[in-house]
């Protein structure tokens, strides 16, 4: 991803995720504090999916729309912040492609861990990719109902393979 997709990204976002709306400086945040976790499925007729993730530390996800100023001095994961795939290109192996993405930044960063907040209707496809429920903290419940009620905050191990 790079600055000149963001717009496109954007208008992505608010199509897919009309229920969990974030403001364009979300994204724009996100892509300057880690752009290697940021990036785009494009073709000729324009950007089709994102990925945005970055390092991240403890079991307290980010709140939805929320701003994070600064990553983690000490990150112990990488967090999926949102991934995004529109319906023309959805059950095409895309979403194990970009999870691949996010696995091989967390390797690079030497980071053990995938995390993300799963939106109650996305839980069950986190699940399928081998994501877990983690115990979590009265102030994650409070994070995790930003998103909604089912949300939920899982997280695997980052795979060994390349």
């Known amino acids: ?12 976002a608010a199509r897919i995720h009309p229920d969990y709306p974030e403001d364009d400086d979300i994204f724009r945040e996100r892509l300057a504090l880690a752009p290697e976790g940021c990036f785009v ?5 324009g950007i089709h999916g994102y990925l945005i993730s970055h390092p991240w530390a403890g079991h307290l996800s980010p709140r ?13 994961s990488w967090y ?35 995390s993300l907040t799963a939106t109650g209707p ?9 994501f877990k429920p983690e115990k979590i903290s009265e102030a994650e419940k409070a994070v995790l109902a930003s998103y909604d009620p089912e949300a939920s905050f899982l997280s695997r191990p980052v795979s060994g393979r390349e």
């Not at 000149?4 to 208008?11: K, R």
């Not at 499925?41 to 007729?45: E, M, V, Y």
């Open 80 to 114: 999926l912040h949102d991934l995004a795939l529109d319906e023309t290109v959805r059950g095409q192996g895309r979403a194990k492609d970009a999870i691949a993405l996010a696995e091989k930044a967390a390797r690079a960063a030497c980071l053990p861990v995938l």
């Open 122 to 130: 996305a839980r069950a496809f986190w699940l399928r990719q081998g």
């Open 1 to 12: 991803m790079r600055p000149d997709d963001l717009a496109a990204t954007i208008a992505l």
């Open 64 to 76: 939805l729309n929320c701003l994070l100023g600064r990553l983690p001095a000490r990150p112990d």
């Open 41 to 45: 499925l494009t073709n000729a007729r």
